[in-house]
């Protein structure tokens, strides 16, 4: 038993060796994106923004690295090994450009999961060795026509001797034009129902002209260097090999695969708050001497403003790295942290630029130079939050759990696993058939209970943070009896905003559950910022003030323990999440 646990470790510390130096190279490629001469840094990729064209630079350099290995899986002769470290590793790209990392990366990710979630063998090898070769792949799942509605698909495939006819039309299709393959999203079965729509995987090369034409191409506010464009279909002939699984799997195949996509997408965007946060930490300190000369950084509002804005990163994050850690430990359960997790963004992200703009002033409105970033990301990040897997969509995924949840596994179900709060521990491989839509259980929330009942120690931080824990186990018992209480009354109109508001309560409970598991795993971790209570009791006081529970003003050595660690990431080049990561500039 021994020697099994030891040899564990040893394959989880050279795990990490190699993510953290993979990680380390692509830092030290993008080098510092201050520095004016860089041709990959802020002036560069501001220019091509300006021009609404693809950072041909950063693409160069991201080909360079190999970064498509990192979507394909090691069977398939890849990178991939786990979705904690495509986040890990696509996080220095966010921190530098949320369009890059999409046009030159998320996106033909989004389409391979698909094809590595549904594919057949050959289906899986030829997109791989696509990949492997420089190609891209894009995916058209959502119509502006219908609100993003997917299973209101207006392209439709009807069957035709061995194959399909395609007829209908895609409207934004993210590197459309530069994909070698496309994962389409269609209708096969003119019924209503859950097996009426089908997935299709094509080679626009192959697609004969007089019947598919891609449509002019769009440049969106936000993503402007990413190349937007439709696609209109009419009776365009396709091999019936081109299925995506079996017909009439299309939603099913969506709905798992969305629950990859948006954990990676909405975990790696952590490092385009983090490059905001840095940015008016910088800008503080070079209009007024900052924390370290006394200046305004060191208190007032200026100050609590950007320890108010780390403190949502923190939480955020802590929901980011359960999410994500959750696909492989808790597949199951994955379906509702994912999209409590997306469902999230959009709100801390609002929250977070809005406590930046605080210190930035009149400069939050600068789009060039060192601070021009800052507002490109507040263009960028909120394009994350719409679409298919948006907000409408991941409460539609979690409010119809929640009344199960409440019966069956709330105040009921055993903590979750350990390994699930490690940071950098090992993790199984990801098994995309055991993702569920819905299991009816939340192990997650109960670690909320078993650790919120076991924090000791006297100090005052300590004794807050006890404090706070518990007074968010009562409010997470409330929303369990308001469930229970609206579940028992029926279907009536009336109770439908009330579901959403219980649906918004939840998932910044599950973000409480995460920061807790995180800090009580972290007492025995190398890092003794996680270790310090003081960042969890910070986090759980925004969480719990965000319900609207009244609590008590934090100790003061909490507040300075925060605020001395918002200056000194910056002073010592380290990133403002969780993992800690040594970064240039």
């Given at each position: 038993m021994v020697t099994s646990l030891l040899g564990d470790q040893a394959v989880a510390q050279q795990r990490e060796r190699t993510i953290r130096a993979r990680v380390a190279e692509l830092e030290e490629l993008f080098g510092d994106p201050s520095d004016p001469a860089n041709p990959v840094g802020y002036t560069a990729l501001l220019e091509a923004d300006r021009a609404a064209v693809p950072f041909a630079a950063g693409e160069a350099l991201l080909d360079g690295f190999g970064i498509t290995d990192e979507y394909i899986p090691r069977a398939l002769g890849g990178r991939l090994d786990g979705m904690d470290t495509l986040v890990r590793v696509m996080r220095p790209v966010f921190r530098r450009d949320v369009g890059l990392a999409m046009g030159h990366g998320m996106t033909t990710f989004?389409?391979?999961?698909?094809?590595?979630?549904?594919?057949?063998?050959?289906?899986?090898?030829?997109?791989?060795?696509?990949?492997?070769?420089?190609?891209?792949?894009?995916?058209?799942?959502?119509?502006?026509?219908?609100?993003?509605?997917?299973?209101?698909?207006?392209?439709?495939?009807?069957?035709?001797?061995?194959?399909?006819?395609?007829?209908?039309?895609?409207?934004?299709?993210?590197?459309?034009?530069?994909?070698?393959?496309?994962?389409?999203?269609?209708?096969?079965?003119?019924?209503?129902?859950?097996?009426?729509?089908?997935?299709?995987?094509?080679?626009?090369?192959?697609l004969t002209d007089a019947r598919a034409a891609v449509t002019a191409r769009r440049t969106p506010v936000g993503l402007r260097g990413c190349r937007f464009a439709g696609v209109e279909f009419d009776d365009c002939p396709v091999p019936g090999s081109a299925l995506l699984g079996p017909e009439g799997s299309g939603?099913?195949?969506?709905?798992?695969?969305?629950?990859?996509?948006?954990?990676?997408?909405?975990?790696?965007?952590?490092?385009?708050?983090?490059?905001?946060?840095?940015?008016?930490?910088?800008?503080?300190?070079?209009?007024?001497?900052g924390w370290q000369a006394g200046g305004r950084g060191d208190g007032g509002r200026t100050g609590a403003a950007l320890t108010n804005a780390f403190v949502n990163l923190l939480l955020y994050d802590a929901?980011?790295?359960?999410?994500?850690?959750?696909?492989?430990?808790?597949?199951?359960?994955?379906?509702?942290?994912?999209?409590?997790?997306?469902?999230?963004?959009?709100?801390?992200?609002?929250?977070?630029?809005?406590?930046?703009?605080?210190?930035?002033?009149?400069?939050?409105?600068?789009?060039?130079?060192?601070?021009?970033?800052?507002?490109?990301?507040?263009?960028?990040?909120?394009?994350?939050?719409?679409?298919?897997?948006?907000?409408v969509a991941c409460q539609a995924t979690v409010i119809p759990q929640m009344p199960r949840?409440?019966?069956?596994?709330w105040f009921v179900e055993d903590e979750a696993p350990a390994g699930l709060f490690r940071l950098r521990g090992d993790l199984p491989p990801l098994r995309t058939d055991r993702l569920s839509l819905a299991c009816g259980r939340d192990s997650l929330s109960a670690t909320m209970l078993a650790v919120s009942a076991g924090i000791d120690g006297t100090g005052p931080v300590e004794s807050a943070l006890r404090t706070l824990a518990r007074q968010l186990v009562e409010e997470f018992r409330d929303v369990r009896a308001r469930v229970l209480r609206l579940d028992a009354a029926g279907a009536a109109a009336t109770a439908q905003p009330a579901k959403f508001a219980l649906m918004d309560r939840y998932a910044l409970l599950l973000a409480a559950a995460s920061v807790l598991?995180?800090?009580?795993?972290?007492?025995?971790?190398?890092?003794?910022?996680?270790?310090?209570p003081s960042w969890a009791a910070a986090a759980l006081h925004r969480i719990a003030r965000r319900l609207g529970t009244r609590v008590a003003d934090l100790p003061a050595e909490c507040e300075t323990r925060i605020r001395h660690e918002v200056q000194l990431r910056f002073s010592t080049q380290i990133s403002y999440d969780l993992y800690s990561t040594p970064i240039p500039g």
């Open positions: 989004m389409a391979a999961s698909d094809v590595w979630t549904a594919g057949n063998s050959r289906q899986r090898h030829w997109l791989a060795g696509l990949l492997r070769a420089g190609g891209k792949a894009a995916i058209a799942q959502h119509e502006t026509a219908h609100s993003n509605d997917y299973v209101r698909s207006q392209v439709t495939a009807r069957r035709s001797g061995d194959g399909y006819l395609i007829s209908g039309g895609k409207p934004m299709v993210n590197d459309l034009e530069r994909a070698g393959a496309l994962v389409l999203f269609c209708r096969t079965d003119p019924a209503p129902g859950s097996r009426s729509h089908s997935v299709l995987l094509l080679e626009p090369g192959q939603i099913t195949t969506a709905l798992r695969s969305f629950q990859i996509s948006r954990t990676v997408i909405a975990a790696t965007a952590v490092a385009a708050l983090d490059t905001s946060l840095r940015t008016a930490v910088r800008f503080d300190r070079e209009r007024s001497g929901l980011a790295v359960v999410a994500t850690r959750a696909l492989h430990l808790l597949p199951a359960e994955t379906s509702v942290y994912s999209a409590a997790l997306k469902y999230l963004l959009p709100r801390v992200l609002t929250e977070t630029m809005y406590d930046l703009s605080i210190v930035l002033g009149s400069g939050f409105y600068t789009r060039e130079g060192t601070l021009g970033i800052f507002q490109k990301h507040v263009r960028d990040v909120p394009v994350l939050s719409l679409g298919h897997a948006g907000t949840l409440a019966r069956a596994s598991g995180l800090w009580d795993q972290g007492r025995y971790g190398p890092d003794p910022f996680l270790a310090d």
